[in-house]
């Protein structure tokens, strides 16, 4: 199996987290999308959505991080079969997808990654009201559970990439003590390991 | 089983869709969005994250469009349960909801229930790029292939909701042959119903 990686994405760490608490063995193949590699003519005909990361098992290719997850994990137990709590599982995954990543993980890249200009400054301000709402549903979620389901699971590994690092993209997490006190249990899961 | 529907929502008419399809009864009970009531504490404590549609059953609530077509047609005809089938049924799915539904239903509901002005044309402005480049990614995917995984799947239900009417967000399909001719096809499937 390879793994399409870049090191600076969340949705990538989504992956070799998983990888690494399921004791599944993987290239890493290291892509530059700081420097276009996913817009290459190559890398196109593996995603034509020019993203990363991106799984190859052997013949078979499969982009979206979330995807990656249910495929790698199911039958493990970080994803539940019960068909709600699975139902509930994807749920989870899908409000990260549309609810967290266009706010939090985009601001952390602009912040990171792009020089401070005044389209920068239009890019953040409207991203701000989306990233602290999506930090609130979590904080009301967690506030009377331990994980997002029911015990630890993938939809817990897909919000944690990009709201563990949260400050970096200008939403720290001060005012969020059920988020924090996720966040140290996410880490003390057997095979946990940090995103760089 | 109750859908808290919205009439308008492309996202509602793929859980109608599912519905009428696999012929599973339902209560519609319809929400305007354009009045405000998803945000009502009623509605806030069914989704905490103030979006429709919603499905309860029985005691059990679930958000996100996506995540409850699977939980409804899970085991029928339109879920696949080869695991790499399975994985890329998803994939399309989250594809939909991250590099689709944000440019394109976002564009039409501006176009649709907003009026003209300045302010309107720069969101649309902003969406142009995203929404194009989410049907060139559509079109050449389907200029090989009758429907995104193998045969009539829900993840052809779940691009299929905006996709139809993607000329609505200024987003016309002239261009897009492919596109246009699994539209006809999805349009013939068993139990087919149109969105209004």
Redesign the interface.
Known sequence: MKLYDSAISGNSYKIRLVLAQLGIPCTIVPVDILHGETRTPEFLRLN??GRAPVLEDGD?V???????L??LA?GSRLVPED??R???T??W???E???H??YIATSRFLLQHQPDSAERAAKLAVRREGGW?ALR?ME??LARRDFFVDGYTIADIALFAYTHVAREGGFPLGDFPAIRAWIARVQTEPGFIPMT
């Open positions: 034509p959505n078979f499969l982009a979206e991080s979330n995807a990656m249910i495929y199911r068909r709600r699975f139902a509930l994807l749920q995954m899908f409000f997808q549309y609810s990543e266009p709402a549903v009301g979620h």
